[in-house]
């Protein structure tokens, strides 16, 4: 036996013996998970009458989420699938008549362009594409449609000089791997980055060649057409070090369709992006700030001439980020989506800013956690599509016509949840006692709550952390609750949609007073009266798992603790992570060298002398984001200590560690086997 299948051996005994036991089928289990399905990027068509979407679901055999397209009237009848199998079929849109579809399609074994003809339900391919495309967007007159697609850059010559050729039928080693980018490597991407860029392409919507239309050392994305079809408004950093600022520094550029002339039209420091050109061509709204190197800046609401002139801001006193915007058919107004307390909403706003609510509860696409997500879609007369969020299913489909009332138009998991008693989700606030500034989060009680009982509390942390958790569907949580935990997810400061001043609260400052809400939110559970104080356990993952890390070594109060693909020490992490431009200019504001005991003052790694409470590590060997070597130091660091631990590594994960439903399955049963093999904080065993 290898020392490798011997340690999977023993990293299998954690899994409680409950995961595999005979069930009565009530409650919310493991293998449901296989069986939840999850509407995604619904387009209502363009006269309002019909809805298509990406239905999401989990393929049992080949442990991988598939989707197909679904199309559904305005008044939920006439249901039906437009593609099926188990390859993949996404990002639809109607043409501007309605008269036909495009989507991306794998189901020849790569991703193409296919259309539907809507009249008589013909199909064709239409593009021969080396590489996947994206950001799919019709020409006006429906003759052409723009995408993005990766073009390989030509490799540098070799570098080794006077290097010798293998002699023939010689079995020489593999040439050495030279690698000159800022950006070497991208979590979930196996292998170190292709060197190339992204770029805008037209293809005739009948089929044919696609043209690309932008060239160079940048990458370009968004096409967005304008009303006379002679240009695009596209995204892209075409600074000269674009590779050092990426993202952070995007601009609005015209690319002429004659001559692929590229005009800017934005220049201030900062990530201008998602342009929509308004129905009379006269003008251009987007999304933006001025950066300023903060950790968390509210993404606001722009309109300038079509020229780029007159650019000012749409003053809608939301204080929230604008998601995605849209103009609406009259050219009076923008529709735009933002996120406000974790609740995903749509809204109308007027050019002088004037906001009224359209929508509420948008969100339910991200199954594992309660993240907050989702979109919209917009018909010309007004109708708004949307994929509509509840704490008791994944997201489904929703239509609220022009002046009219929300109508559901799908129940896509009607068949496998509601025959099951689901932990039911209450809104909790309190008190930091930090500061006594009001932080919310979510409580859930698990099947058959008694409020007589004591029962074991689990605090979940979300990562990012800048994101937020909300009223939404989670599947990890659900399964904690269905083991006979009472679960508290929460969104303290640094978490987004609460205002720009809450979520820099941990400008420069994370790990910090974040563990304070955490723990007030606790004691506040506690203070319900139905948790027992000896059965507290705390997970979280990203940079959840850098809190968690934090809390146990600030605290012995909690039994046991899963820390998941964690940041442990902040100087090796801005240094190998695959942001490398981003993190240390914007989460410290100098490097290492320059100032090493910031960077040691906030890393779980120094607290680690403090550590007794057992605790676990669950990370993707294929992390790029957070890496495998973050967690190994910290294991080797708990193991110097002394202090309970084990190491679950995840194979072929990468930073979304459950992105396959049974690497979801694979951390929710070792974090409850952990959790039971310490059952309280009086009872912890000797390592």
């Known amino acids: 036996m290898n020392r490798r299948t011997s340690g999977w051996i023993a990293v299998a005994l954690l899994v409680p013996a ?37 239905r999401n679901f989990f393929d049992v055999m080949t442990d991988r989420a598939r989707t197909n397209l679904w199309l559904v009237s305005a008044e939920g009848s006439r249901h039906r699938p437009l593609t099926s199998g188990t390859r993949s079929n996404a990002s639809p849109r109607w043409s501007p008549t309605g008269d036909r579809l ?76 030279v690698i000159d980018d800022v950006q070497y490597k ?207 299913h994944p997201s489904d489909v929703a239509l609220v016509p022009a002046g009219g009332q929300l109508r559901r138009l799908t129940e896509l998991n009607e068949d496998l949840l509601a025959h099951k008693t689901l932990a039911e989700v209450e809104d909790l606030w309190w008190e930091s006692s930090f500061d006594g500034r009001r932080v919310q989060g979510w409580i859930m009680k698990p099947p058959g709550f008694s409020p007589g009982q004591r029962y074991p509390l689990v605090l979940e942390i979300h990562g990012g952390p800048f994101s937020s958790y909300g009223p939404h569907f989670s599947a990890e949580a659900q399964l904690y609750a269905a083991a006979g935990n009472v679960v508290l997810y929460t969104n303290p400061r640094g978490s987004t949609s609460y205002g720009e001043e809450f979520g820099n609260l941990i400008h420069h400052a994370y790990p910090g007073n974040d563990y304070d809400d955490l723990m007030s939110g606790v004691d506040a559970v506690i203070g319900q009266g139905y948790v027992d104080e000896d059965r507290l356990y705390v997970t979280g993952g990203s940079g959840g ?29 801005v240094l190998h992570a695959d942001g490398i431009p981003f993190f240390a200019k914007y989460w410290f504001g100098e490097l290492p060298w320059e100032d090493i005991d910031h960077y040691w ?7 680690v002398g403090n550590v007794t409470t057992p605790t676990m590590l669950v990370t993707g060997e294929v992390d790029y984001r957070t890496p495998m070597s973050e967690t190994e130091q910290y294991y080797a660091a708990l193991k110097l200590e002394g202090v309970p631990t084990a190491m679950v590594r995840v194979p072929e994960a990468s930073h979304g560690i459950a992105s396959r439903p049974s690497q979801l399955l694979t951390k929710v049963a070792h974090i409850l086997g952990w959790f039971d093999r310490h059952p309280t904080r009086s009872t912890r065993p000797v390592s």
């Open 102 to 177: 495009v989507w991306i399609s794998s189901q020849d074994g790569s991703a193409q362009l296919w259309v539907r003809w809507m009249d008589s339900g013909q199909e064709a391919r239409i593009t021969n594409l080396t590489e996947g495309p994206g950001n799919l967007a019709w020409s006006p007159d429906g003759r052409w449609i723009a995408l993005i697609q990766f073009v390989e850059a030509e490799p540098d010559a070799a570098l080794a000089k006077g290097m010798p050729s293998a002699p023939e039928g010689a079995e020489w080693a593999a040439p050495a791997v």
């Open 18 to 54: 409950s995961a595999g036991a005979q069930s009565d089928g009530r409650h919310f289990e493991l293998m449901d998970v296989f069986g939840l399905e999850w509407a995604g990027d619904p387009q209502v068509s363009p006269d309002g009458s019909q809805v298509v979407y990406v």
């Open 186 to 392: 991208n979590d979930g991407q196996t292998g170190f980055a292709r060197q190339g860029n992204t770029h805008v392409f037209v293809v005739p919507a009948e089929g044919g060649t696609p043209r690309q239309l932008t060239a160079g050392a940048y990458d370009h994305s968004q096409p967005t057409w304008t009303p006379d079809g002679r240009s695009l408004i596209v995204v892209a950093n075409r600074r000269d070090d674009a590779e050092l600022e990426g993202a952070n520094d995007t601009d609005l550029y015209e690319v002429a369709l004659d001559d692929g002339r590229v005009t800017r039209l934005t220049t201030r420091y900062g990530p201008d992006g998602s342009p929509a050109v308004s129905p009379d061509g006269g003008h251009i709204a987007y999304t933006g700030y001025d950066d300023r190197l903060q950790g968390y800046s509210v993404t606001r609401l722009y309109v300038m001439g079509r020229d780029g002139s007159g650019g000012r801001e749409i003053e809608t006193g939301l204080d929230r980020d604008v998601e995605e915007l849209r103009w609406s058919g009259d050219g009076e107004s923008l529709v735009i989506q933002y996120t406000d307390q974790g609740v995903g909403k749509v809204a109308r706003v007027t050019l002088d800013g004037t906001v009224t609510p359209l929508a509420d509860d948008l969100g339910g696409t991200s199954i594992g956690r309660p993240y907050s997500g989702g979109s919209f879609s917009l018909a010309a007369n007004g109708t708004v599509a949307y994929t509509l969020s509840s704490p008791s």
């Open 601 to 607: 003052s906030r890393s779980p790694l120094s607290l």
């Open 545 to 573: 798992g850098v809190l968690t890390a934090w809390i146990v070594g600030k605290t012995d109060r909690f039994a046991a603790a899963a820390v998941q693909k964690p940041v442990i020490n902040w100087a090796s992490f």
